[in-house]
């Protein structure tokens, strides 16, 4: 018998329905013996709907109070799913961040865990309960209500699963699993059996909205399996843990069109230059991918790199306001570019995997921008226009011929 | 400069435009110069939403899981107008129960405060902040969050007033103040400017849904003035302070339709009986009123109360399951029955005013049913389809003419 923590999304909990069948779920679990603990999210939009609410009385509301107001959309769901359980004859009870010892730092909308106690939720567990903890959630040392910020429900699950000492951790949500590339654009992608947290944390990275990359950085630190599964049926999930000592394969095709380039031409090439414009970008909370430094003619370098695209206005505003100190010519934008990576361990340390992915974007003529590559990914940033095909023949060359070869 | 505690209710603050317009007067009376604490409750049918929900989620859901579905409402409310407020330029911040320090006993939808320390409720004003309550709820000393029930944030506020040492509690709402009877029977109700503790309890308990008596009556035992008032418009409202040494006048005509008659015939006339009926009640938590036993023939009595209307099926299940046990003969119940009142302080050391009482709905061809006085009211039940034209000529009789009177 184990001791499984199990954490459903909104759409998961979206209406009194779809409680009623998440509730039966758990009571099935803890009926065949097990120790079972629940993270919810908030119903649905209900997090969306408050920030309307916020944005119509106020137009810069403080975090503080942003934190108080989100945080009671999870004391809802939690309530009612354990009303529910309850009302089927299993004994449940429901806790708030706060009371279930979560201390984070004081950053609100997007505080970090901490630690966690768990006290009131081990004695719980001990007593036969189920116990339903609010995603996204916890409390500071200055007994303030904190969140953790977009997905923070994911990272409320492992962090307790890992402080509990569950036996794994499953993110049940509306998808079946993972895939080696979005079945809205490859129509014969794969559900994948396994991945390794490096590999799914890449592809959370680079766009793929499964799992939130903080809750898979935690169960890679401390190994804690995740399994991701859908909420609406009994198909088997995706197994996310750590890396089997296997050959190089690539495991998913994956892309990310919420990108924008940006370049500052003509800088003087001096030490400091570079350092100067990304201290500036880092002072106002904006990432930055792919920075490229071009070779000097003249005394002056051009810089690229990419940013998300939220944060593309503020970066151009910033950098136009500050072009004249940094000693630049021009500022050049393009918003409609997107980024489309090979994901799979290995795929760097085999030089072959590389020249594939460019004869095969070459097929399709898709011109290649940029090249970026990490341990397991090679991105390339491409036009925005050529995604598709793009994912489909890079998926086709990668995913599915390589596994007809193996069924040969 | 004054300190006020303010509480605003669920219609106050319905939408958006409701809490941008409480902040603005908030926001005012702050710029005034005075010390501003402010208890809200949840937007609008925000609870009953709610209760909703729960009933479809369960038959019977946990009263420690109601109050944390509940306790939610409250902090959607006060986290709005906090935020408002700060937009206004005017620094707020707010705090649930918990956090206040409201102290209750562990009742579960029903709780009863015992102590409030309000630590940080008092540090945030000393730090010249508008401080924000959740209403309606507090935490128990097992840190389980939990709730007053109905009216409970006028609780709140009287608690928190009486608590901080604030110089008045104000309790803004949907009507103009207290009147000397419901304007939308009696057409030229006046609004009182002023009336006691005691005539406001006792229209409290009557029927007139104005203030929760309990808070009332918190605020007699401290002495803490209640001004009622209108959060949609300017006008001065009804000041409930304690009774000045006035001569005996009639402050209002009440009625409440909500009750049920039950007799219970023939029952034996020895010691114990009429205990016995009403332990059976008392033990469902079924409040009597009106208990009249008529005079003894052969041995046998019989016994009379009202209940509330949704207690009635309880009380007549209860009593006929017992009838035997009790040694009655039949139970004969009427709900189409109403009580009148007349309330002032004095009312019934002057003999006089009740036999104007009778004589007026003698007049009025109003049969009297059964009769209760307490110090400062007079009570008739009377048939419910008599209690317009009762009210309206009491309120002619005792309010009109006498201050035409006055005037004259």
């Known amino acids: 018998m184990a001791f499984i923590v199990q954490k459903y999304g909104g759409t998961s909990v979206g209406n009194p329905e779809r409680i009623l069948s998440v509730a039966e779920r ?25 920030l309307t609410l916020a944005r119509e009385v106020a137009s810069d ?12 959309g999870e004391r809802i769901s939690m309530a009612l799913l354990s009303m529910a359980i309850n009302d089927m004859g299993v004994s449940a009870v429901s ?25 009131r939720l081990k004695e719980a567990i001990e007593k036969d309960k189920v116990v339903i903890v609010a995603g996204f959630q916890g409390c500071s040392h200055e007994r303030e209500v904190t969140t953790l910020g977009r997905g923070g429900s994911d990272t409320t699950a492992v962090a307790l699963a890992i402080a509990l000492k569950a036996d794994r951790c499953e993110i049940l949500t509306d998808v079946d699993g993972v895939y080696s590339a979005d079945p809205r654009i490859v129509k014969n992608a794969k559900k994948l059996d396994y991945c390794s947290y490096d590999e799914m944390l890449e592809m959370a990275w680079l766009g793929a909205k499964v799992l939130h990359p903080r809750s898979v950085e935690i169960a890679k630190k401390f190994d804690m399996p995740i399994i991701v599964a859908s909420s609406f049926n009994d198909n088997k999930g995706t197994l996310v ?10 495991r998913a095709i994956t892309f990310n069109r919420e990108i924008a380039k940006v370049s500052i031409t003509e800088v003087p090439d001096v030490p400091g230059t570079a350092a100067s414009v990304f201290e500036l970008l880092s002072n106002a909370h904006i990432s930055c991918s792919f920075i490229v430094q071009s070779q000097s003619h003249h005394g002056k370098n051009d810089i690229t790199f990419t940013v998300n695209e939220k944060d593309f206005k503020a970066t151009m505003n ?16 393009d918003i409609n570019i997107a980024t489309i990576s090979v994901v799979g361990t290995g795929v760097v340390r085999d030089p072959r995997v590389a020249s594939r992915v460019f004869k095969t974007l070459a097929a399709c003529e898709t011109n290649i921008d940029l090249i970026s590559s990490s341990n397991i990914t090679l991105t390339c940033v491409i036009k925005e226009r050529d995604v598709e095909k793009a994912v489909q023949q890079l998926h086709k060359e990668f995913i599915i011929n390589e596994n007809s070869e193996r069924l040969e």
């Open 95 to 119: 806790f708030t961040g706060s009371q279930s010892g979560i201390l984070t730092d004081t950053s609100h909308t997007e505080a970090r865990i901490l630690s966690i106690s768990g006290t």
């Open 241 to 250: 843990k750590g890396e089997d000592m296997e050959k190089a394969e690539v």
């Open 61 to 72: 509301p403080p975090k503080r109070e942003l934190d108080m107001l989100l945080s009671s």
């Open 26 to 50: 758990i009571v099935r679990l803890k009926k065949a013996g097990h120790s079972v603990l629940v993270v919810v999210s908030a119903m649905g939009d209900t997090t969306d709907d408050l």
């Open 318 to 333: 910033l950098l136009e306001s500050n072009l004249k100190k940094i000693g630049g010519k021009e500022i050049i934008s």
